[in-house]
């Protein structure tokens, strides 16, 4: 008998329109507290874990491992430099979110991109409906304490966030998400720009498999706390 976990589709949250990424991620994280202690509740969230660290859960593996940012991607030495233009830039095309995503994956930084993408995706909703089941995904999924895919932010933006999650509009991640983003801007899009995917892309040479680091600590959100928020960003 198949391992029904085998089953799962495999998710592609840089498509807007992939609403099972929500779905699947709320029936993965919910626990009821009343099955809190029960038997096997911790071999539940064991399990939990365990998914989460698979590349389903991240994005589509289509580029193939981390670093190989030309694999099934064909990406011109012009366009990779133009990426370098900006991180607006390198975020507005398809290849290039790709290949920072990959990058992301070898710092174990990935969920910063995804809950930047996770927060565009809500914008693009049509109707006040499917705010709240997004909102609370999002937040069970990237903000709350020990939520599986926890990103940095300060206490102020947290609790503003928190509070706005039972009657969200599409504006209440904003302030979460240009933390995030300005976190990966002066951080992580300086050592992208350095790396030697990146370098290999420009110069037209085929990429070479790095090496893969743990994330920098050197970089904290409390170095933005005097940082006016720029939206206009989005």
């Given amino acids: 008998m198949e391992n029904p976990l085998l089953l799962l589709p495999q998710l592609n949250i840089s498509a807007s329109k992939d609403k099972s990424y929500y779905k699947v991620m709320k029936s993965m994280i919910k626990e009821e507290p009343h099955k809190a202690s029960k038997p096997g509740s911790k071999q539940k969230r064991n399990r939990l874990s365990l998914l989460l660290q698979k590349p389903e859960f991240h994005?589509?593996?289509h580029l193939g491992k981390p670093g190989n940012l030309t694999k099934a991607a064909s990406v011109s030495p012009e366009e990779a430099v133009k990426w370098g233009e900006s991180f607006d830039k390198l975020l507005s095309e398809k290849a290039g979110l790709d290949a920072f995503t990959k990058f992301l994956k070898t710092e174990f930084s990935e969920e910063n991109i995804e809950f930047w993408i996770a927060c565009e995706?809500?914008?693009?909703?049509?109707?006040?409906?499917?705010?709240?089941?997004k909102a609370k995904t999002i937040f069970e999924t990237f903000i709350?304490?020990?939520?599986?895919k926890e990103v940095n932010l300060d206490f102020h933006t947290k609790e503003a966030t928190s509070q706005n999650i039972h009657q969200p509009l599409i504006t209440?991640?904003?302030?979460?998400?240009?933390?995030?983003?300005r976190l990966m801007e002066q951080d992580s899009y300086p050592r992208f720009l350095r790396s030697d995917p990146y370098l290999n892309l420009v110069k037209g040479r085929s990429p070479s498999r790095p090496t893969l680091r743990r994330r920098s600590r050197s970089f904290t959100v409390n170095d933005f706390q005097g940082a006016r928020p720029d939206f206009t960003i989005w």
């Fill in 121 to 133: 995706d809500y914008k693009k909703s049509k109707t006040a409906h499917e705010l709240l089941p």
């Fill in 172 to 181: 209440t991640f904003d302030a979460a998400q240009n933390t995030v983003y």
């Fill in 59 to 61: 994005e589509s593996d």
């Fill in 144 to 148: 709350q304490k020990d939520a599986p």
